[in-house]
């Protein structure tokens, strides 16, 4: 399956950094990698960033109302985002968790809100070190995944990320086996709930995902792409980490 990279710049980037997103598409349109690739800027710069983007990169949002309008002061629709020219929305980020106290059902309406506007949803799931500690990280993370996506998921309109709160902006990573052995247990998850589509569905890991480790994060089994926060503000870095795609792959 072709893999994805996505970066999510979180609160990052005003106009000028417009200028990365002509350099990632610059270089996509050059390179053609066997990737497909999606820039998640803040929502101020959705529809400039889709315009300097090019036919190779997509351009996708981090957050998204559950309602396609109404009276919620300070919220964007999932309808406006596609309208703005995203193709995709994150749903379920820890700092969004965590932050805002969006709780599974919370996700679960926002990745349904994604797919009424005609935009794929890349959801989020993730222990804490806690959880880890506490040997409760494989638990945890069905349970996120059985409570935030809801039924009639399709490797076109969704993706998962599988991001441990305490790899995301720490440097720290996982072990090869432990993300293996996390995204092995998604993909049984999702083939008992989906059968054959959760063969083509996305599994991509984030957390302190850099050109150094990216190669060797994603020839594991069942990553089949990367969410990319700190290394994806600067066009360079990011470009590293897509030609750690094999070609061919
Ligand atoms: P990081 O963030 O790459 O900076 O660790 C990843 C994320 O939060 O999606």
């Known amino acids: ?4 990279i996505a970066g999510n710049w979180k609160m990052h980037g005003t106009s000028a950094a417009l200028g990365q997103i002509a350099a ?5 349109a050059e390179e053609a990698p066997a990737c497909d690739v999606l ?12 315009a300097v983007a090019g036919a190779g990169v997509a351009v996708g949002a981090q957050d998204c109302h559950r309602e396609p309008e109404g009276a919620f002061t300070g919220d964007i ?5 596609r309208d703005a020219g995203a193709t995709t929305v994150i749903v379920g980020h820890s700092e969004r968790r965590r932050y805002h106290g969006e709780t599974e059902i919370d996700v679960a309406m926002k990745t349904s809100a994604a797919w009424r506007a005609g935009l794929s949803a890349i959801l989020c799931i993730g222990e804490t ?3 880890r500690d506490a040997g409760q990280a494989a638990e945890v993370v069905a349970r996120q995944l059985d409570g935030s996506l809801p039924l009639g998921a399709n490797p076109a309109t969704t993706a998962i990320a599988y991001e441990p709160v305490w790899a995301i902006g720490t440097g720290r990573t996982p072990g090869d086996a432990d993300v293996a052995e996390m995204h092995a247990l998604i993909r049984k998850r ?3 709930r989906l ?5 083509g569905l996305r599994i991509l890991y984030g957390g302190s995902v850099k050109p150094a480790n ?3 994060i994603l020839r594991l089994p069942n990553v089949n792409g990367a969410l990319v926060g700190g290394a994806s503000l600067e066009a360079e870095e990011f470009l590293s980490i897509i030609r750690a795609i094999p070609q061919g792959a």
Do not use: H, W, Y
Request: some cysteine; hydrophobic content about 50%.
């Open 190 to 192: 999702l083939t008992d």
């Open 129 to 131: 070190e806690a959880e």
């Open 39 to 50: 820039v998640c800027p803040p929502f101020t710069l959705i529809a400039r960033a889709a």
């Open 195 to 199: 059968g054959e589509d959760a063969a």
């Open 77 to 81: 629709s999932a309808e406006m985002l």
């Open 214 to 216: 990216a190669a060797s």
């Open 1 to 4: 399956m072709r893999p994805l």
């Open 24 to 28: 990632i598409a610059r270089s996509v």
